[in-house]
């Protein structure tokens, strides 16, 4: 069974640029979440999505959004890059939203310049 | 006050020795614990999922939730050099409130010497 997975993997961007990355579930997975992972932060929520609607949001500016399709996979936005941008952001899969055990995807690597 | 206190480390142990990372949490909501585990430029890899006070094993590892003291451990027997890694202790709430929304710990960074 294929685990979650994440592209592109890693990418470059320059400030005031936008990006959109991409998650797809495991197989059978209908909730979807989004974090980034900086050295200075750690792990931090940015949002899920359930059936194709957003269930939770971190704080996080408007410039962070995201969707989910009725396929489950999922993709998020950034726009108006920032330096402070620059992070892994790790998309993580559930089966649904009943407390069970959720997986991460192997990230992609932002770095803004 | 950070919701999820992890102490960063570095922790340094030599290959065959017992392993204990802990956590510390505010939260009361906080009912599903988790560990993961991080190799360099990785994603985390889910080892442990605890839902109740008590002790759950699996092989090398035990986790133990003690919810009276806000208090969550990982133990690692028979350390080997390949669990050299960050290991991350992950919490969340109800999930008709909260759904899946993890909060993390700083992560540990364990290095196992052969």
């Known amino acids: 069974k294929a685990g979650v997975t994440q592209t592109p993997r890693y990418l470059i961007k320059t400030r005031g640029q936008q990006v959109t990355l991409s998650c797809s579930p495991i197989?059978?997975?209908?909730?979807v979440s989004w974090y980034q992972q900086t050295p200075g932060q750690g792990l931090q929520f940015l949002f899920e999505?359930?059936?194709?609607?957003?269930?939770n949001k971190g704080n996080f500016p408007g410039r962070f959004s995201g969707r989910q399709f009725s396929n489950s996979r999922s993709e998020m936005n950034v726009s108006t890059l920032e330096l402070g941008d620059s992070a892994l952001y790790l998309c993580?899969?559930?089966?649904?939203?009943?407390?069970?055990?959720?997986?991460f995807g192997e990230g992609s690597w932002l770095t803004v310049v | 006050q950070k919701e999820v206190e992890q102490d960063p480390g570095p922790l340094s142990v030599p290959e065959g020795a017992i392993v204990s990372l802990n956590c510390t949490y505010s939260?009361?909501?906080?009912?599903?614990f988790m560990w993961y585990r991080q190799y360099s430029r990785k994603g985390p890899e889910l080892l442990m999922y605890?839902?109740?006070?008590g002790n759950k094993e699996d092989g090398r590892f035990t986790a133990q939730v003690d919810k009276s003291s806000k208090y969550i451990s990982l133990f690692i027997r028979d350390s080997q050099p390949s669990d050299s890694a960050t290991y991350l202790c992950?919490?969340?709430?109800?999930?008709?409130?909260?759904?899946?929304?993890?909060?993390f710990g700083e992560g540990t960074q364990l290095t196992v010497n052969p």
């Open positions: 197989s059978g997975h209908r909730s």
């Open positions: 605890t839902y109740s006070s």
């Open positions: 939260n009361s909501a906080f009912q599903y």
């Open positions: 993580a899969s559930s089966p649904d939203n009943s407390g069970n055990t959720i997986y």
């Open positions: 992950a919490m969340s709430a109800r999930r008709e409130t909260s759904g899946s929304r993890l909060t």
């Open positions: 999505y359930f059936s194709e609607t957003q269930r």
